[in-house]
């Protein structure tokens, strides 16, 4: 299991994924902060990012603000 740190970027024109250092990444996705769409749309970035399927990875903490404890297993 990895835990890594998330500062979100929702509605972002460009999605990307920034690795800042081992723990710490910048995640920009199109989707907006609402219902959740942002946060699911970081999960499977985070997830295509790592080559791990999508419900292997989850958001911990940070659910409603922009930085964001995601566990990564596998």
């Known amino acids: 299991m990895r835990r890594i740190f998330v500062r979100a970027k929702p ?6 994924i920034e690795k800042i250092d081992e723990a710490h990444y910048a ?3 199109r989707e907006p902060a609402r ?11 985070l997830a295509e990012h790592f080559g791990v399927p ?10 409603h603000g922009r930085v964001k404890v995601v566990e990564i297993v596998g």
């Open 27 to 29: 995640v920009a996705v």
């Open 54 to 63: 999508s419900s292997r990875v989850e958001i911990v903490s940070g659910h």
């Open 35 to 45: 219902e959740g769409k942002a946060n699911r749309a970081i999960e499977a970035a």
């Open 11 to 16: 509605g972002a024109k460009r999605p990307e």
